[in-house]
């Protein structure tokens, strides 16, 4: 079992920066991607960014340039530095792995994170 716990969410002006901290607890094991989804209030899941173990990532199209996505394998733990912070980042931001091998998916419990114009 793997659990997942983020943080460094919060409250911040458009223009501003966040620094949000995933980290990886339990059973983990094996080749395996960590990411950053979000949620905003009536709209779907979306995924922001998505690294693997060897520190390759992606990102939604709408963050690229402004968020970095990174990975500490030895903490088992991954960052998302989100700067020029815009009000339409607004939403609750989720942490995921998946193992490659089995497509099986963990979740975290979200973080708040608020934009303000």
């Known amino acids: 079992q793997v659990q997942l716990v983020e943080s460094g969410g919060g409250l911040v002006q458009a223009g501003g920066s966040l620094r949000l901290s995933c980290a990886a607890s339990g059973s983990i094991f094996g080749p395996n991607v960590m990411g950053w989804y979000r949620q905003a209030a009536g709209k779907q899941r979306e995924l922001v960014a998505i690294i693997n173990r060897i520190g390759t990532s992606t990102y939604t199209d709408s963050v690229k340039g402004r968020f970095t996505i990174s990975r500490d394998n030895a903490q088992n733990t991954i960052y998302l530095q989100m700067n020029s912070l815009k009000p339409e980042d607004t939403a609750t931001y989720y942490c995921?792995?998946?193992?490659?091998?089995?497509?099986?998916?963990?979740w975290g419990q979200g973080t708040q994170v608020s934009v303000s114009a």
């Open positions: 995921n792995l998946v193992y490659s091998n089995t497509n099986q998916i963990y």
